[in-house]
């Protein structure tokens, strides 16, 4: 089985390099609305305009953008142009032109178009081919401003050069703003009666395309020179013509073909190129990116015309190495192939399937030393002449007799040469030979070889090990150290007599003959670094940097990468070729890649949103505490195939954090409070791009005002508070005061109440009617009487001593004091009934003391005492809900009578329990939430006379009236 493989390996001795060049497709499957593309143009900021079947969108090198209108006729279109203005044109299919402005899509209001032509864009005017002729539409106002009628229903095409409009059918006509300034006839185009048609790619010159198979030449035609002939040789139908800079480009439904302005082909020398593509137009962007449109496919994009991949399906390229006139490749695979100078590939060996991480060419020898999982030697035509199990990871040439190597757990001398004569290195290759491998010494062992380089000049070996970088000098060894450690070196390598090495953190450094390092200026970072053709070759993941020897490795010069994003693993300069071995294939550039500064791709920040508001870019502008997310949408200009640009940003010159490669937007929520710029900057270079600032408004609660005031209304409300407890304070004490007064008036008005029940007429009038029933030897009702009295009066001193007293005993004390009053009228004459509800709990409610005895002394004195016949009094007891409602009624003389006769005997007379008990009451009521009241009703007969009078007390219950 295993020589199976190896013959078809070997009959397969001849690679043709492919035809196309390294190219990538921006298709549906990138985003792209439509395969079917008809033109493409770049603006000035960079960003890529496609029409296609779904109309027009702009492209940035990440996402599409699209436009449309309701107006639109019908979507498909071509004839992109822009205007002073920035507005975006196109023509549909349809003949009718739309503009775009401000992110929309607008129709121009134009008349009926003569279906669909290029129109023109000049500095002052938009010119439209419509059925009435050449209509001129002003620049500005984008109104109708004139017309040139047409006298012909031919046409055959129209465009504009510089900045006129150029319109042909039976003869050409050339516009300047609304004048015609020039009319060429047809018969003085040359070949014009093989029926030409002519394109223009957005340059100074019109081509005339013939549209006649097999015509041996096309015209260039400008203002100042006319026409001009350009051979070629047509092989079909051409749909288009484009331009490019000085190439013109022959774009067919089979491939397109390049050549230059004088005529000499310049791509597609045996058939057109992208033969399997329908090549509807050609465009080169300011990067140089050359963006081949589709009618079938979308776009091929191509950064590098002249860059060729060899057979990428047929094996993976790791690393490269040259012979004197052979470029040799070792692949994923374990395979080894030849490229020699006539571009054919050719098979060398292969091995397991590991990949090849160094080959190395010993023109001494006449051996190729090559190193997968094993150590391998073998001669040009592939014979395995050694193999070792040690794993090799570099080695290089010392002179004709020996090879320095790098190994996994040794580093040393391997002997080639057969020479007897002396050699300087002799003595060190002995001192550590290995007895069972004659050809190999071990310098170190146990150690992690990784790289290996050689002076010449100084006769040193450097080692890079993985406990640090071996100097061999002077057969001894030591170890480099940069500030007192070892230098962990991953590569070393000699570019002419200087020495560089690469270390574990890919910062690159030059080492002096003193053993001293000097790091190399600049923010990159490098994975490998190869000397070749005077070049110092720096390679980044997807860049490549050149160090050239004849400026002393001064100047960083950048190398165009046409792998685009895909990763280098190795490169190699020869003859002017540059091969790149990378993971798509091995990239050959036939020209020595242009050399140029490592220009950053555009950068532009589309808008800026705070807390959901449009925010300006460049001002500063405050935004409300609540409204801190900050969402920035930005662009990044880069077409390069697969291009990746990293993108980091910084907060308040923070430090610096990638942006997702993923999207094309930062946000940042929930910004504290402050002033913010956000900073932008390119992986690598130091210079920022656009640069976002903000400020997010302090709360309210820690701005200076707000603390001001906050602080003034703690020093009112704690002045507030002082005085309001001063005020209590005095209030506290008026109340004690008052309450002390008011204790005095209480028993000012109790003594008050009880003189009043014991006023001197009561006392004289009681005593006489005792004396009257002694007089009369009536013992027994003056014995009865005076046990009353007697009664009555100790009733009264005990009640007196009381704030309040059960309804039993006021009923009590009345019933006595009635009683006694009964003795002082004729028999019969006074009479006095009590009424006490069933739901008055006489032994349970309490009241003030003596509260209502006034009132009934008072009904007897002024209203029944001067009454003539019967006199009555009633006295009821009622509940209503929480009140207890004492009605005390006489069929008296009335007030108003009673009134007149006290002022009839020139007096005022108001005994003292009437005075105590109002002030009583004001006492007792203060503070209450419900109050004693006290209402009169006087009682009259129909003609007016008086019938007596009703005193309505209420008093409410399950109150405390011993507190107040």
């Not at 012909?152 to 059918?169: E, K, R």
């Not at 006509?173 to 009666?193: A, C, M, T, W």
């Not at 069929?891 to 108003?896: A, F, L, P, V």
């Amino acid at each position: 089985m295993r020589l199976g493989v190896t013959l078809v390996f070997w009959l397969w001795s001849i690679v043709i390099w492919a035809q196309d060049p390294l190219y990538s497709i921006l298709d549906k499957s990138s985003g792209l609305p439509s395969n079917t593309v008809y033109d493409i143009m770049q603006d000035e900021k960079g960003y890529m305009w496609i029409a296609h079947d779904e109309g027009v969108s702009k492209y940035d090198g990440f996402q599409f953008t699209s436009y449309t209108n309701s107006a639109q006729t019908s979507r498909p279109g071509s004839s992109l142009q822009k205007d002073k203005y920035g507005r975006v044109w196109y023509s549909n299919f349809d003949g009718y032109l739309y503009y775009i402005e401000n992110e929309n899509m607008f129709p121009l209001q134009m008349g009926k178009p003569l279906g669909f032509t290029s129109f023109g864009i000049g500095d002052n005017y938009v010119y439209s081919v419509e059925q009435d002729g050449v209509v001129f539409y002003d620049i500005l106002t984008l109104k109708r401003a004139g017309v040139y009628p047409r006298n012909t229903t031919s046409f055959v095409a129209s465009a504009m050069i510089n900045d006129c409009f150029v319109f042909l059918d039976s003869v050409m006509h050339i516009f300047k703003d609304k004048q015609l300034i020039r009319v060429i006839q047809s018969n003085e185009i040359p070949g014009y009666r093989f029926g030409f048609t002519f394109f223009t790619s957005k340059e100074n010159n019109l081509i005339f395309a013939p549209r006649e198979k097999n015509e041996s030449y096309c015209l260039s035609f400008d203002l100042t020179s006319g026409f001009k002939k350009i051979p070629f040789t047509k092989t079909g139908f051409f749909q288009n013509f484009s331009q490019t800079g000085e190439l013109i480009w022959a774009c067919t439904p089979k491939g397109v073909t390049g050549f230059t302005k004088d005529g000499k082909l310049f791509w597609g020398q045996n058939k057109p190129v992208f033969s399997k593509f329908n090549i509807s137009s050609v465009f080169r962007d300011r990067s140089r990116n050359y963006w081949f449109t589709t009618l079938t496919d979308g776009i091929i994009i191509v950064p590098d015309l002249g860059a060729k991949i060899i057979n990428p399906s047929l094996f993976r390229p790791f690393c490269l190495g040259e012979t004197k006139d052979k470029i040799l490749i070792g692949n994923r695979g374990g395979d080894i192939y030849s490229l020699d100078s006539k571009n054919h590939l050719n098979p060398i060996t292969s091995s397991d399937n590991h990949d090849i991480i160094r080959v190395f060419y010993d023109s001494i020898s006449n051996k190729i030393y090559y190193a997968n999982r094993f150590f391998q030697i073998s001669n040009l035509e592939g014979e395995l002449l050694y193999q070792s199990k040690t794993a090799l990871k570099d080695i290089c040439s010392i002179n004709k007799n020996y090879l320095a190597y790098a190994a996994t757990g040794k580093i040393g001398l391997l002997r080639v040469g057969n020479s007897t004569n002396p050699d300087y290195w002799d003595s060190l290759y002995q001192s550590a030979i290995n007895f069972e491998t004659k050809e190999c010494s071990f310098l170190e062992s146990a150690v992690r070889g990784k790289s290996v380089a050689v002076n010449i000049h100084t006769k040193a070996i450097y080692y890079a090990t993985n406990i640090g970088l071996y100097k061999v000098q002077n057969f001894q060894k030591k170890l480099i150290t940069m500030n007192g450690k070892p230098v962990f070196a991953q590569k070393v390598r000699m570019a002419g007599n200087r020495l560089f090495c690469l270390t574990g953190q890919n910062i690159l450094y030059e080492i002096l003959p003193n053993d001293s390092l000097i790091k190399y200026s600049g923010n990159y970072l490098y994975k490998n670094i190869k000397f070749a053709n005077g070049y110092l070759f720096l390679i980044g993941n997807n860049y490549i940097h050149g160090l050239h020897q004849s400026d002393g490795f001064k100047k960083n010069e950048y190398f165009e990468n046409p792998a685009g994003n895909h990763e280098i693993n190795d490169v190699l300069y020869k003859n002017n070729y540059l091969y790149l071995a990378s993971n798509v294939g091995l990239i050959v550039s036939p020209l020595l890649p242009q050399k140029t500064e490592n220009k950053k791709p555009p950068f532009y920040i589309h808008s800026v949103t705070i807390g959901g508001q449009e925010a300006p870019i460049k001002s500063i502008q405050a935004y409300p505490t609540n409204k801190n997310e900050v969402l920035i949408n930005y662009a990044i200009l880069n077409y390069h195939p697969n291009a990746n640009t990293p993108l980091y940003y910084s907060i308040n010159n923070g430090n610096w954090t990638a942006c997702s490669p993923q999207s094309r937007s930062l946000k940042l929520p929930y910004l504290s409070p402050g002033e913010y710029t956000i900073q932008f900057k390119f992986e690598n270079q130091s210079p920022e791009l656009e640069t976002v600032v903000f400020e997010i408004s302090k709360p309210y609660y820690v701005k200076w005002w707000f603390i001001l005031t906050i602080a003034l209304i703690l020093i009112a409300f704690v002045m507030g508070y002082n005085q309001l407890r001063l005020n209590r304070l005095n209030e506290t004490s008026r109340l004690l005061l008052e309450k002390m007064e008011l204790e005095k008036s209480l028993g000012q008005s109790v003594l008050t109440a009880i003189k009043s029940q014991m006023n001197p007429h009561f006392f004289y009038n009681a005593l006489n009617t005792i004396q009257s029933y002694i007089l009369s030897n009536d013992g027994s009702k003056a014995s009865t009487y005076l046990n009353k009295f007697s009664k009555l009066t100790r009733l009264i001193l005990e009640m007196s001593e009381k704030e309040a007293v059960s309804l039993s005993d006021e009923l009590r004390s009345l019933r006595l004091y009635l009683e006694l009053e009964q003795g002082r009228f004729d028999e019969d004459d006074f009479d006095f009934t009590f009424e006490v509800d069933s739901e008055v709990e006489d032994e349970l409610i309490q009241i003030p003391s003596m509260l209502v005895q006034p009132y009934v002394e008072n009904a007897i004195k002024h209203g029944l005492l001067h009454k003539k016949g019967k006199k009555l009094l009633k006295i009821v007891f009622k509940r209503v809900e929480d009140d207890l409602h004492i009605e005390v009624t006489d069929n008296g003389i009335g007030r108003e009578h009673a009134s007149k006769i006290n002022e009839a005997r020139k007096e005022y007379y108001r005994p003292f329990s009437t005075n105590a008990n109002q002030k009583r009451l004001e006492i007792l009521n203060k503070g209450k939430d419900r109050f004693i009241g006290v209402e009169f009703e006087d009682h009259r007969d129909p003609n007016g006379n008086a019938l007596g009078t009703s005193v309505f007390i209420t008093i409410p219950i399950n109150i405390n009236w011993t507190k107040n």
